[in-house]
């Protein structure tokens, strides 16, 4: 069976800090994706980052890096330079091949970033 | 701006009423979803469409009917729903249903009442 965690339901950071929000992921199936998405409380989820189980280089996008671990099956994503428009909820995705699709989410985690 | 669009962002219904989510994307993609998020939750699969064909039904209750009219809508029709079905309804696209193909696109959610 496919399962994503994330054992932080909130953090906190300071703006201008940079913080980890950890997810790790159980599937069986050599070939999936990786996602993150943001939540702002407006609803809507916002496409972060993309890391392919193949990919041998950890993703980066802007102030977004992914820190693969495969073998710990661990996806954390790492926000440098917090800004107070970050503060939404997190979640990490997978979907695995032959899931037709789906998207797999973990429960979450509420980052607040403090003035 | 979201390239998924989906309307009404906001639907207030009784238990009796027939009513509608719509969603529209123009990005070509071939792969189509519903997801329930009710509150402090992650989504939840409902439904995935693939090249207008259903692909996936997540053993949602018959009161929910989905509907493809074509590659670029996806509707989602409310029947006879109970106060418990009071939820965000998102709904997503994709270029396709391998998990290479990438990420999903959300919309901005309807948020559904049920009185």
């Known amino acids: 069976a496919q399962k994503i965690t994330q054992t932080q339901p909130g953090m906190f950071v300071q703006e201008k800090e940079a913080v980890t929000l950890d997810c790790t992921y159980d599937t069986s199936d050599p070939s999936y994706g990786l996602f993150w998405y943001k939540q702002p409380s407006s609803g809507e989820m916002i496409f972060l980052i993309y890391q392919g189980s193949y990919d041998q280089q950890n993703a980066t996008e802007g102030r977004y890096s992914l820190n693969f671990q495969k073998a710990r099956k661990s996806a954390n994503l790492v926000i440098s330079a917090s800004q107070l428009g970050d503060s939404a909820m997190y979640f990490c995705?997978?979907?695995?091949?032959?899931?037709?699709?789906?998207?797999?989410f973990g429960k979450g985690t509420k980052l607040s970033v403090k003035p | 701006d979201t390239e998924v669009t989906q309307t009404p962002k906001h639907l207030v219904m009784g238990m009796t009423n027939k009513k509608s989510l719509k969603c529209e994307q123009h990005m070509g993609h071939r792969a189509m979803y519903w997801y329930k998020q009710k509150a402090k939750k992650p989504p939840e699969l409902m439904f995935v469409y693939s090249y207008e064909k259903l692909s996936i039904n997540e053993s949602v209750p018959s009161r929910f009917s989905p509907e493809c009219p074509n590659s670029s809508l996806l509707n989602l029709h409310l029947h006879a729903l109970q106060p418990e079905d009071s939820a965000l309804y998102l709904c997503?696209?994709?270029?396709?249903?391998?998990?290479?193909?990438?990420?999903?696109?959300f919309g901005e959610g309807s948020r559904l009442t049920v009185l």
């Open positions: 995705a997978m979907r695995v091949e032959g899931s037709q699709g789906n998207l797999i």
């Open positions: 997503a696209s994709s270029r396709g249903l391998a998990a290479y193909t990438g990420e999903l696109f």
